[in-house]
């Protein structure tokens, strides 16, 4: 049985600057019952294909995991910004320095949607044009070409690990086919 919960109360536990978080209580299933819920703006990411048949990665540290991560382009919607399309170029552009003469969104993910609001709108770019990044100033990101077959392998292998980079491959996969 499916059951929807209903809010009784939110209340706000922190302000940042890329999330919230909140507590709210709601009605459940078997009762009142308390959800700890990160409110966020959104999210794009983007399988940027060269006519080379070679997907953009990019190779970033992130602090949460402490490690070097292999992912595609991404970014978030900045607050205010209600075209995801528009979201996506720009990210594109500022972490890879391409423009992408076409981009067919792939689906939406929600990531950790036990906890989080956050949804992911994917892209599959094409026909790309080479310029300049232009990189937040607390960015410091590789972009690096890899063979799209190898690229899709190693997210199947769990070499690539980011969620959001395997959903897409795997995504833009079964698209081209």
């Known amino acids: 049985m499916i059951f929807e ?16 978080l909140r507590r709210d209580v709601v009605q459940a299933a078997g009762g009142q019952a308390t959800r700890e819920v990160i409110e966020h703006n959104g999210a794009v990411a983007m399988v940027a ?27 978030k919607i900045d607050k ?14 500022e972490e890879t320095g391409y423009t992408a003469g076409s981009m067919e969104r792939l689906g939406k993910i929600y990531p950790s ?3 989080s609001e956050e949804g992911i709108v994917l892209y ?28 899709c392998r190693m997210a199947e292998s769990g070499e690539i690990r980011d969620a959001k980079t395997v959903c897409a491959l795997l995504m833009a996969r079964a698209k081209m086919k």
């Open 113 to 115: 949607a036990g906890y």
């Open 49 to 75: 294909m060269t006519a080379e048949n070679k997907v953009i990665l990019v190779k970033q540290y992130r602090y949460p995991m402490r490690e070097v991560i292999l992912e595609i382009p991404a970014g």
């Open 124 to 151: 599959l770019c094409r026909d790309l044009v080479p310029g300049e990044t232009d990189m937040d100033e607390d960015e410091a990101i590789d972009a690096i070409e890899y063979d799209f077959d190898e690229a």
């Open 5 to 20: 919960e209903k809010t009784i109360k939110k209340e706000t536990i922190y302000e940042g600057k890329i999330l919230n």
């Open 80 to 93: 205010g910004e209600t075209d995801p399309d528009h979201a996506a170029a720009r990210e594109l552009k």
